[in-house]
Nanobody, 120 residues
Framework: QLQLVESGGGLVQPGGSLRLSCAAT????????VSWFRQAPGKEREGVVC????????TYADSVKGRLTISRDNAKNTVYLQMNSLKPEDTGVYYC?????????????WGQGTQVTVSL
């Protein structure tokens, strides 16, 4: 079965950290750019960060620059999102997505999402 599976979400206090993982099964992730999106309650889904298939190029939304870091381990078929200095406005469901064209192209696969809650 071809799918992306996210993990690592949870409840964290403001200023805390989380590390999300996005693992691919059934296909080789190294042929795809991978993005993380998030959707806060009552808001539209927004793109947060993207990494190219090679891992050389990354693109971050202004709201997360300096706090979130995307990386990939193609040997493990997994992409990671290290989230530091978390804020309440980072709360939402985080989805990873794989794109065979490149960052900003047409998404081929979506994960099911993992909840991140930043609160006291």
């Amino acid at each position: 079965q071809l799918q992306l599976v996210e993990s690592g979400g949870g409840l964290v206090q403001p200023g805390g950290s989380l590390r999300l993982s996005c693992a691919a099964t059934g296909f080789k992730l190294d042929a795809y750019a991978v993005s993380w999106f998030r959707q806060a309650p009552g808001k539209e889904r927004e793109g947060v960060v993207c990494i190219s298939s090679s891992g050389i190029s990354t693109t971050y939304a202004d709201s997360v620059k300096g706090r979130l870091t995307i990386s990939r381990d193609n040997a493990k078929n997994t992409v990671y999102l290290q989230m530091n200095s978390l804020k309440p406005e980072d709360t939402g469901v985080y989805y990873c997505a794989a794109d065979s064209i490149g960052c900003g192209g047409l998404v081929n696969y979506w994960g099911q999402g993992t909840q991140v809650t930043v609160s006291l």
